[in-house]
Nanobody, 123 residues
Framework: QLQASGGGLVQAGGSLRLSCAASVGGFSSYGMGWFRQAPGKGREFVASINWSGGSAYYADSVKGRFSISRDNARKTLYLQMNSLKPEDTAVYYC??????????????????WGQGTQVTVSS
């Protein structure tokens, strides 16, 4: 089970830090990812990280503004979001991938999903 938290309402240019606490087994062995879904749109890849935290990957739309990290001892995944824009408004989901790599970007490459946390950025 994955539990995402940390969403909220923030002004453009502000920051938020999302957390995802894992109770699913084998957290430290698998790549993890963050996705988001805006109203009326499909779920899109935001960022991913490999099992050790040594490699991270980002969507072009968030590169340089967002940072993904993990603490395997605490079984927690993070997404630091800076310089937020109104177009970042969405429900954000954390997910565990089907392998140890951090290179997975497709929704169907993730097999466990959190419940989502709402991020709203006002202009």
């Amino acid at each position: 089970q994955l539990q995402a938290s940390g969403g909220g309402l923030v002004q453009a240019g502000g920051s938020l830090r999302l957390s995802c606490a894992a109770s699913v087994g084998g957290f430290s062995s698998y790549g993890m990812g963050w996705f988001r879904q805006a109203p009326g749109k499909g779920r899109e890849f935001v960022a991913s990280i490999n099992w050790s935290g040594g490699s991270a990957y980002y969507a072009d739309s968030v590169k340089g503004r967002f940072s993904i990290s993990r603490d395997n001892a605490r079984k927690t995944l993070y997404l630091q979001m800076n310089s937020l824009k109104p177009e970042d408004t969405a429900v954000y989901y954390c997910a565990r991938s089907l392998g140890s790599s951090g290179t997975y970007r497709r929704v169907d490459e993730y097999i466990y999903w959190g419940q989502g946390t709402q991020v709203t950025v006002s202009s």
